[in-house]
């Protein structure tokens, strides 16, 4: 059968019926884009770097140290001068995001795709995939990256020569890199592509084309003490074996599977077409995608459910609309087809951005963790979106880690704190608190130490014991550490980010720590990590006789912690040994006498030993432990639930009442300077003794109910 001459009014009204199409499906990209246009708390993180440089602190988060936060140095760059402009961050990078968005789907749609009817299919896969849509706002680098990518396919699919043609692919290759270092295993591969089969190659315009990497690289080097930023380090020097982290990262596969399977379904074609073709860059494309998902898995994916798939998505888009090569009546029917599992697979998404409404997020159901995972958009959105913002006319997020920040500006000045989940808390806690992340992506000393609990770790929450010694050294700015091998270590790490840029003793600690001249004091750290992750392995699984060796272990390797001790008091106590349980304790607290969680541990031990040494339980066993100097809300508080325990409901009630009493003392409690950690404390005692009162009550009136 022939095919339809040109001209013929079918093919003149399909026309006309297909470019306002592909108009409609921009607009439907950007409506949904806005709509569902958020901030997350990560974002932030990179924020407050801005906001100090801004106010003439440096590019640095704790102003008091030289450290690379960000992954994404020309985002950072990016933004900066714009948020000098708009004196805001919240709404300035939403519509920031927006327009890169905007002008990707442009050159998608009308550069690249050969017809309107593919461009007009490209816009609509882009705006029902929930992974493209999320993180074409989120704070995050994602709508700079997806342009940059854009521009770089578009580059290396013409062939331009001379210095101009040498130098555009080779500048937006760096450009890529400096947003998002990882994704040089997108676009290397069409790099080299490009090169192998260009008629020159104008090595002065390769060198220019460079030069921006190269020049942050060593900058990095020379201002930040290191090459690579110190997310990379905090998020990849973990120690955690390679199988767990693949076996996450197939998990994070799994959850684009099920939660947007559309996102799924178009990587998958998008390799396939790749690999079918064998001309133009597809297939080279195909092999940066597959090389950037491999290594999304070897890394064990991330927490942000969809965050590493929106580049390849993308590309994967380009390579499907490139190698859609049929004509006349039969692609007409291909194209409707497409488009009807692009739609079907949209819209059975769970997430969808065209289903989800305003009030997405609100119902804690539907955002639960899933190993580890989470639609990070359902979470943020109630409290940190365009349009919660617009409707309550407040254009700061919503979150109580905000207030948190918002407190310390005000309470915490000059005060050094520990905090986890610090991107709006340490934006907005402004620059004269000094913040130790615990999960180390700001910290550059406790970046390079292992994670502490390998039992249990979150992907992208590697959580670090602080070393004894470690906050101290930071609030009186002198080396504290107790354990020698970490001071040292410590000595090096702060002479390189806090010392004079040009002195030598800081230069030499730079080539240390980039040397692996600590290699002794980190190999300590992690052989300490391991035998505290078999000793959590063992606990977990029931058995903790097993358990006790690892932590002794823990506690002969690295003797100033106090964690192998308070664990080991625990297995000891699970194992029936009060005697050795109540010295483990006691060898804690001596070692970190102001840990909450250590302090109420020691009430159960003693409650444990008394309960052993008195014989059954009754009031008058209890008297002497009651009466000792000084009283004691915690033996009150041990007491009555021992008593609780054996049914002892009346005297139970009456030793708790007593502990609610002013006049008790606590047990012994270093004070933290600017936080009232005793208050605290008295505070979590005494929730405990009304939680127990509550109980009691609840059954005497459970009891009074049978015998009516």
């Not at 499906?25 to 997350?40: D, E, H, Q, S």
């Not at 005060?415 to 620059?431: D, E, I, K, T, W």
């Not at 194992?575 to 060898?587: L, R």
Request: net charge positive.
């Amino acid at each position: 059968m022939n095919r339809e001459a040109p001209g013929r009014p079918s093919e003149a009204l399909l026309d006309l019926l297909i470019r306002p199409a592909r108009w409609g499906t921009l607009f439907l990209l950007l409506i949904l884009v806005f709509k569902n246009a958020w901030v997350c708390d990560d974002a932030f993180i990179s924020f407050r770097s801005i906001d100090n440089w801004i106010n003439g602190f440096g590019l640095t988060w704790n102003i008091d140290e030289r450290v690379q936060v960000f992954t994404h140095a020309l985002w950072v760059f990016f933004l900066a001068p714009i948020m000098a402009l708009s004196k805001e961050a919240f709404v300035t990078v939403m519509l920031v995001s927006l327009c890169l968005t905007a002008i990707a789907a442009i050159l998608i749609g009308w550069k690249w795709a050969p017809d309107p009817a593919l461009g007009a299919l490209a816009l609509l896969t882009l705006a029902l995939s929930q992974t493209f849509v999320d993180y074409s706002t989120s704070g995050l680098e994602n709508p700079l990256l997806h342009l940059l990518l854009v521009l770089f396919v578009l580059v290396i699919r013409k062939k331009s020569q001379g210095f101009m043609g040498s130098l555009q692919p080779v500048l937006l290759f760096s450009m890529v890199v400096l947003v998002r270092p990882d994704a040089v295993l997108l676009v290397f591969p069409a790099l080299v592509w490009r090169f192998r089969n260009a008629s020159e190659r104008n090595l002065l315009g390769i060198a220019s084309g460079l030069s921006p990497l190269l020049l942050w690289e060593l900058f990095s080097l020379f201002y930040y003490a290191a090459p690579f930023p110190n997310t990379a380090l905090a998020k990849l020097a973990t120690g955690l074996d390679s199988i767990s982290l693949i076996r996450q990262g197939t998990w994070y596969f799994l959850d684009t599977v099920v939660h947007d399977p559309l996102t799924a379904a178009v990587l998958v074609a998008g390799i396939g077409v790749g690999i079918l073709r064998r001309e133009g860059p597809s297939r080279v494309l195909t092999g940066g995608i597959v090389l950037y998902l491999g290594w999304v898995l070897h890394i064990g994916g991330d927490f942000m459910a969809g965050r590493f798939f929106s580049a390849p998505f993308m590309l994967a888009v380009l390579v499907v609309v490139s190698g859609t090569s049929q004509s006349g009546a039969g692609r007409r029917r291909f194209m409707a087809l497409c488009t009807l599992v692009v739609v079907a697979l949209g819209l059975s998404s769970p997430r969808s951005p065209l289903l989800t409404g305003f009030d997405h997020g609100l119902d804690p159901s539907k955002t639960a963790m899933w190993h580890g995972i989470t639609d990070e958009r359902s979470r943020y959105y109630p409290v940190s979106s365009m349009v919660h913002s617009i409707r309550s006319g407040t254009y700061l997020p919503q979150h109580e880690w905000a207030s948190l920040g918002l407190e310390l500006r005000s309470l915490a000045q000059g005060r050094v704190v520990v905090l986890q989940n610090v991107g709006f808390s340490g934006y907005f806690a402004g620059p004269g608190v000094h913040i130790i992340d615990s999960f180390a992506l700001t910290d550059p000393f406790l970046a390079r130490l292992p994670v502490s609990d390998r039992s249990s770790w979150r992907i992208g929450h590697y959580s670090r014991d602080l070393p004894p010694g470690y906050r101290e050294s930071l609030e009186v700015d002198e080396n504290r550490i107790l354990n020698p091998r970490l001071a040292v270590m410590y000595r090096a790490v702060r002479s390189a980010t806090h010392g004079k840029l040009s002195s030598w003793r800081r230069l030499n600690a730079i080539w240390k720590l980039n040397t692996g001249k600590f290699g002794d004091a980190i190999r300590q750290q992690q052989e300490y990590a391991e035998e505290i992750g078999v000793g959590m392995r063992e606990m977990n699984l029931g058995r903790p006789g097993e358990a006790i060796d690892s932590f002794r272990n823990a506690a002969v390797i690295d003797r100033y912690r106090a964690e192998p001790w308070f664990l080991l008091s625990r297995a000891l106590l699970a194992k029936g040994d009060f005697e050795g349980a109540s010295h483990a304790i006691e060898q804690a607290l001596d070692k970190d006498p102001s840990r909450l969680e250590i302090r109420l541990d020691e009430v159960r031990i003693q409650a444990a030993v008394l309960s052993r040494r008195m014989g059954p339980p009754t009031i008058g066993g209890f008297r002497p432990a009651l009466d000792r100097k000084p009283r004691l809300v915690e033996v009150h508080l041990a007491a009555g639930a021992r008593l609780m325990e054996n049914a002892r409901w009346a005297d139970a009630e009456m030793v708790l009442r007593a502990a609610l009493s002013p006049e008790l003392e606590i047990g012994r409690f270093r004070q933290v300077p600017g936080i009232s950690a005793a208050r605290l404390y008295r505070q979590v005692l005494h929730d405990t003794v009304h939680q127990n009162l509550a109980t009691i009550l609840g059954r005497k009136g459970t009891h009074r109910d049978s015998t009516r």
